[in-house]
């Protein structure tokens, strides 16, 4: 459940904000595309590998634990980010955007709240923090890429 969850988020937020900030910066569905595929690819392995090294590292997990949270690090992410990739085939840049910012923001809201529930807190404290995070690296994301135009100009 550490490396779904943790993949899960990490493919969210780490996907949203890329999008938003090359979009706002580039306005090019090859670049998202782009920016997409490296996600998956590289920040999927790169983020198994740091759940690996961390469960490896806290000494109280089978071999075949650590390679369980790896692997579902792994394909969560992957899976997850490659997912982004729909609405911009389907649709014009920014409303690719904006589907993938309510999809995103949704499968949180969902998972947050579910988890939240599972544990016996407050879901709507916890769909309240992990939404405000992930709002604000779109926020911030979105005015670096447009910065990021106007200074490359």
Do not use: C
């Not at 782009?34 to 000494?59: K, M, N, Q, R, V």
């Not at 690719?96 to 998972?111: D, K, M, N, P």
């Amino acid at each position: 459940m550490v490396g779904f969850s943790f993949g899960l988020t990490s493919g969210i937020i780490t996907t949203l904000g890329l999008m938003v900030g090359l979009n706002a910066g580039t306005h090019s569905k090859l670049v998202v595309i782009g920016g997409i595929l490296t996600i998956a690819i590289a920040d999927a392995f790169s983020d198994a590998l740091g759940i690996h090294i961390s469960e490896e590292s806290e000494g109280k997990h089978t071999h075949r634990q650590v390679w369980a949270a790896t692997l579902a690090t792994f394909l969560s992410k992957f899976i997850f980010a490659l997912t982004f990739i729909i609405p911009v085939l389907m649709f014009e840049l920014n409303t690719a955007v904006l589907a993938s910012i309510i999809w995103g923001l949704t499968v949180l809201f969902v998972f947050s709240f579910k988890m939240a529930r599972e544990q016996g807190g407050n879901p709507w404290k916890v769909v309240a923090e992990h939404i405000s995070i992930a709002a604000i690296v779109i926020f911030i994301t979105h005015y670096i890429g447009g910065w990021m135009s106007l200074i490359l100009s």
